[in-house]
């Protein structure tokens, strides 16, 4: 799913079932990754184009337009 962050760049952001590791891609490479929990949002720098809070942003914007799994809202 392509996501549109607070930067104004679009990340390509993969599904992953309940709990899964979710990669976050700018340009096809990986910049970070988050994990939905059920009552935060784990992320993991991998770029130094994105920082924890912009990740936090992406990972809300997914759940926004649909994209968590079954369960977590």
Known sequence: MQIKARDG????VSS???GGTHEVRLGG?????????PRETQVEVKSKQVDETLLVDI??????AGGAPMGIL
């Open 9 to 12: 760049k679009v990340y390509d």
């Open 59 to 64: 990972a809300d914007r997914f759940v926004d």
């Open 16 to 18: 992953a079932p309940p």
């Open 29 to 37: 490479s990986v910049v970070g990754t988050f994990v939905l929990l």
